[in-house]
T-cell receptor, first 113, second 113 residues
Framework: KAGVTQTPRYLIKTRGQQVTLSCSPISGHRSVSWYQQTPGQGLQFLFEYFSETQRNKGNFPGRFSGRQFSNSRSEMNVSTLELGDSALYLC????????????FGPGTRLLVL | KQEVTQIPAALSVPEGENLVLNCSFTDSAIYNLQWFRQDPGKGLTSLLLIQSSQREQTSGRLNASLDKSSGRSTLYIAASQPGDSATYLCAVLEGGATNKLIFGTGTLLAVQP
């Protein structure tokens, strides 16, 4: 079974631009969560989607948004990029809820210049 | 507010040694606890998941224990190998309708050949 895939793997953007990251969960998994990892803050929860609905949201500004499609693939968007948005963005998938093992993708490394 | 702490922050051991990594959390109302491994610049690999009703889980040379009442978990690695070198992260899933994992800051392990 293929694992969680994320595209692109690397991105370089400039301040003020916007970016869209994509995550394809493991086949059959319906829950997708997004996390931001930085050296200073560690891993922080962004949001979770289940059946095309945002089920939970972390403490991030409205510039961070996401969506989930009917095939469970998810995208997250960051508008008006700031230098502090430079991070590794990870998505995780699980069958239904986080009560099962959550499986993480390889991440997208975003650098904002 | 749940806080997860991992001690030590870094650990260096000679190959073959048995070692213990520690994870503590402030709120015992968790649903499960998961241990992950992260190689430099990569995503997270799930190692073990312990449900709140369980005391321990084993996989190969790894054994994880959970003491909810004291807010502690340990990851025991037997006969360490250089390939075990990585950052080890623990994360708790809080009870209730949430998929949000709260991560510790990690332990950077180096196993010297």
């Amino acid at each position: 079974k293929a694992g969680v895939t994320q595209t692109p793997r690397y991105l370089i953007k400039t301040r003020g631009q916007q970016v869209t990251l994509s995550c394809s969960p493991i086949s059959g998994h319906r829950s997708v969560s997004w996390y931001q990892q930085t050296p200073g803050q560690g891993l922080q929860f962004l949001f979770e989607y289940f059946s095309e609905t945002q089920r939970n949201k972390g403490n991030f500004p409205g510039r961070f948004s996401g969506r989930q499609f009917s095939n469970s693939r998810s995208e997250m968007n960051v508008s008006t990029l700031e230098l502090g948005d430079s991070a590794l963005y990870l998505c995780a998938s699980s069958l239904v809820s986080g009560r099962e093992t959550q499986y993480f993708g390889p991440g997208t490394r975003l650098l904002v210049l | 507010k749940q806080e997860v702490t991992q001690i030590p922050a870094a650990l260096s051991v000679p190959e073959g040694e048995n070692l213990v990594l520690n994870c503590s959390f402030t709120d015992s109302a968790i649903y499960n606890l998961q241990w992950f491994r992260q190689d430099p610049g990569k995503g997270l690999t799930s190692l073990l998941l312990i449900q709140s009703s369980q005391r321990e889980q084993t996989s190969g040379r790894l054994n994880a224990s959970l003491d909810k009442s004291s807010g502690r978990s340990t990851l025991y690695i037997a006969a360490s190998q250089p390939g075990d070198s990585a950052t080890y992260l623990c994360a708790v899933l809080e009870g209730g309708a949430t998929n949000k994992l709260i991560f510790g800051t990690g332990t950077l392990l180096a196993v010297q050949p």
